[in-house]
């Protein structure tokens, strides 16, 4: 059988947000968020906080009620019902990569007797994740019997489309890209559908935690609209989500125990 975990990294640092990761939606700070839609997942154990701060690492406990705890530094630590995984400077600066911080962790699993690894990747800027498709999800993790799984959650790019995008040349004239050309006099309805990675979920199998990969060639999709895709990567993301209405997010679980 596998062994499901997720993973939910929540660096400190932040250049396009402020302390991103503590912002507040809905009355909760993401981080927060992301745990609670871990525990519609996998069990509490299987719950792992990759984190740098201190402060992040205190507010999780203020409201899980996690009275004490170890920390080791890139290592795999209790933390009340959850784990730990504090990271070094190695693994938090602004270069380093996702995939080098989940092969961190493998690693800190395998040392603890754990082997037939998969991992579900919980991104806390992704605010908003409903029961529908956290159960679908979680159907998914529990019947994968696959060590190459991969899973990505996607939005349409609507009118973003790369039919109409252009680049800029040095003399500042601009270039269609290509592999668009039948459809750069299409409709908007008539454009064929393309897809943008949304940062909702990633799953993970562990031959690509290995070769330190995020996804394969050809993953798995999970389509999501908005509101459940709003990705914060900037402050006008960040006003967006926090404008979102109660009602158009009353179905995630972070909704029902405000």
């Known amino acids: 059988m596998n062994s499901n975990y997720v993973i939910v990294p929540a660096r400190g640092g932040s250049k396009g947000v402020l302390n991103k990761n503590l912002q507040i939606i809905s009355g909760r700070e993401l981080v927060i968020r992301s745990i609670i839609h871990a525990k519609e997942l996998v069990p509490n154990e299987n719950i ?22 170890s920390v080791e530094m890139n290592s795999i630590s209790k933390y009340g019902p959850f784990y730990l995984h504090k990271r070094g400077d190695d693994l938090s600066n602004d270069k380093a990569l996702i995939t080098e911080v989940l092969f961190s962790i493998y690693e800190g699993l ?4 754990l082997r037939n690894l998969t991992f579900c990747l919980l991104q806390p800027t992704t605010p908003f994740r409903n029961k529908k498709e956290l159960r679908e999800v979680k159907k998914i993790l ?18 973003q489309h790369p ?3 252009y680049r800029l040349l040095p003399s500042g004239e601009l270039a269609e890209l290509g592999g668009f050309e039948a459809a750069r006099t ?24 290995q070769a330190k990969l995020q996804y394969n060639v050809n993953p798995m999709s999970l389509i999501r609209e908005n509101p459940w ?11 967006i989500a926090q404008s979102i209405p109660d009602l158009e997010i009353a179905s995630d679980p972070n909704s029902e125990s405000l």
């Open 48 to 69: 792992i906080l990759s984190t740098d701060s201190d402060e992040i690492i205190s507010a999780v406990a203020r409201f899980f009620g996690i009275k004490s705890f």
């Open 110 to 113: 395998s040392l603890l007797g």
């Open 229 to 239: 895709s709003i990705n914060i990567d900037t402050e006008h993301d960040l006003l």
């Open 186 to 209: 299409s409709r908007r309805q008539d454009l064929p559908k393309i897809y943008i990675r949304d940062g909702g979920y990633y799953i993970i199998g562990r031959g690509l935690i």
């Open 142 to 159: 529990n019947g994968n019997i696959d060590s190459s799984i991969s899973l990505v959650s996607v939005c349409s790019v609507g009118d």
């Open 163 to 165: 039919a109409r995008m």
